[in-house]
């Protein structure tokens, strides 16, 4: 039979986390090992005990321990998610089951439950030591569930009651905490606080109120069963008529733990660590970069209105750093749910002064500019709305192919400002100064064909196929001679700069080089050899070098 011990193991300087250690009833000198956590607030009395009692009674050396700040280990504030912190003390786990001489280190494994399910998942990726993985109903971006568990509406409060906990620290004041599990010890009958209607099964939309729903990494479920990114039950899931109190392992009733609301909103986890520029997947909080063989995508990965704000400019900016480090020969830049962008997000331009204001819209001008710059083909793929910030991130695309149903607009005039990035005379140089004047002063709504009528947009194609025409595109151009599309593009820059003169006295300092390139080596013989033969020109499989 198993034999249980109790075991403190250091994480970071004086810190300690409290773990149960299970040693197997077996023959074997050296038998391989589980290290297992909960998920989000759960500790090793939440129900997982009886997972690590099977494991130890199969052979395996077993290590549950708590979280930094909950249950039994150390770390202060208490009840403090913070998924990074959690990911780094469980690889001192490893580090401790290699230690032991009953542990077999290299045959150790990892389980992790929900939360710590996805926390699972970017150790086996990123630590080499982890010879095995199990997670159970992982979380693995959550972003993406916050976004389905967030109403439109419930946002901007969810984000003023994140802004007022900020303000209150930075005064001094405790950090705020919040039940992760309000209805503990209590079934559906008993809950008679409004929260479940009479029939008792539907939960209303925020079972620990709208208000503190930060969305971490990964999540975890109330003790209805639910699944939260933060703690509040989703709107339209069902308790269950049948739902029974929370009891721990020893049958005890659970109180409700409180925990600590922070700022870890819209955190993503990147999966894969090194992996190469084909196969790769980096993912940010609310951009993404996705490597499809040549091609680098860009998701604006924050519907469903994609607003641009401080976290956007910078992992657009990490976005472009990988690009320009990789060997990517187009870019692609599109954005998940139904609109593109509604443009900046004003939520803190009131309390912020001129000088903040001034330095977050440089720090936009200058991402936006190298991500115009890049020197490559770079395709916006336009659905929805279009506004704002958002169109003048579009525009700084070669090509912008849109739907049929999308729309364009300025909405600066509108609350008393102008295109602070360069919105209106870009516009201007594709369509002119009098249309640009005109849509800027009325915020007019000008749909997709309009714009293709005036020279901003490229393409309109049906909704249905815009994803497909414009990867097809980006493929396209992938394949083409990287090195004399960077010439184009700053060919054309000189020209809007400084117009046609400045361009004719640039043009040899940027043509003549590309007659050192790989791919001109290659295609001038084949064409002059095509030539002479009096042969069609042969197709030239450019490598961009």
């Known amino acids: 039979m198993a034999v249980r011990e109790d075991v403190r193991f250091t994480v970071d300087g004086d810190v300690k986390l409290g773990a149960w250690l299970y040693l197997p009833d077996s023959p074997h000198s050296r038998s391989p090992a589980i290290t297992m956590a909960h998920g989000y607030a759960g500790t090793r009395e939440h129900g997982i005990a009886r997972f690590a009692e099977a494991f130890a009674a199969a052979g395996f050396v077993v290590l549950l321990h708590d979280h930094r700040t909950f249950g039994v280990s150390d770390g202060e504030p208490r009840q403090d998610v913070d998924p990074w912190r959690q990911i780094a003390d469980w690889r001192r786990a490893v580090s401790y089951l290699e230690s032991r001489a009953e542990v077999d280190a290299s045959r150790i494994g990892i389980w992790g439950t929900s939360y710590a399910g996805g926390h699972a998942l970017v150790l086996g990726a990123t630590d080499k030591r982890v010879a095995c993985v199990v997670a159970q109903v992982p979380t693995i971006s959550g972003h993406e569930q916050g976004s389905r568990r967030v109403a439109p ?14 303000r209150a620290q930075t005064r001094g004041e405790a950090p705020r905490f919040l039940p992760a599990a ?28 709208a208000k503190n729903r930060a969305q971490a990494p990964h999540d975890d479920r109330c003790d209805a069963g639910h699944r939260h990114a933060d703690g509040p039950c989703p709107r339209g899931l069902r308790a269950g008529a049948s739902a029974q109190k929370t009891r721990d392992d020893s049958g005890r009733a659970l109180r409700s733990v409180p925990v600590r609301l922070q700022r870890v909103v819209r955190r993503r986890i990147a999966m894969v660590s090194g992996a190469s520029r084909t196969l790769g997947r980096f993912e940010m909080p609310l951009v993404s970069l996705q490597g499809e063989g040549p091609v680098a995508v860009i998701t604006l990965e924050n519907p469903p209105q994609n607003r641009i704000n401080e976290t ?19 870019v692609l830049l599109r954005a998940n749910g139904p609109d593109f962008s509604f443009g900046g997000d004003i939520m803190n331009w009131p309390d912020m002064t001129m000088r903040q204001l001034r330095a977050t819209f440089d720090q936009y001008m200058s991402i936006f500019n190298r991500f115009e710059r890049l020197p490559l083909p770079v395709i916006a793929a336009v659905q929805g709305l279009c506004f704002g910030g958002g169109l003048e991130l ?33 516009v201007a140089e594709r369509a002119g100064r009098s249309f640009a004047t005109e849509w800027a002063l009325t915020s007019e709504r000008v749909p997709a064909a309009t714009m293709m009528q005036r020279g ?68 001038i013989p084949s064409a002059v050899t095509a030539l002479k033969a009096g042969q069609p020109r042969p197709a030239v499989d450019f490598k961009g070098r």
């Open 312 to 330: 956007v400019g910078a992992e657009l900016a990490d976005a472009i750093d990988k690009i320009e480090a990789g060997e990517f020969r187009a």
């Open 182 to 209: 309000p209805w503990a010890g209590r079934t559906v009958g008993e809950r008679g606080d409004g929260a479940v209607n009479p029939a008792g099964t539907n939960v209303r939309a925020g079972c620990l109120g």
């Open 456 to 523: 901003v947009v490229n393409r309109v194609v049906p909704d249905a196929e815009l994803e497909k025409t414009a990867r097809e595109f980006a493929v396209r151009v992938a394949k083409g001679p990287t090195r004399a599309y960077a010439a184009h593009k700053a060919l054309l820059r000189v020209w809007a700069e400084s117009g046609v003169a400045a361009a004719d006295s640039a043009m040899l300092d940027i043509a003549i080089p590309l007659f050192e390139t790989e791919d001109v080596r290659k295609a």
């Open 153 to 166: 509406e419930g946002v901007v409060g969810l984000e003023a009651v994140l802004d007022d906990d900020e």
């Open 394 to 426: 579009a525009i700084r695309a070669d090509m912008i192919f849109a739907a049929e149903s999308a729309a364009f607009g300025h909405p600066e005039q509108s609350i008393g400002i102008v295109t602070v990035l360069g919105g209106i005379y870009r």
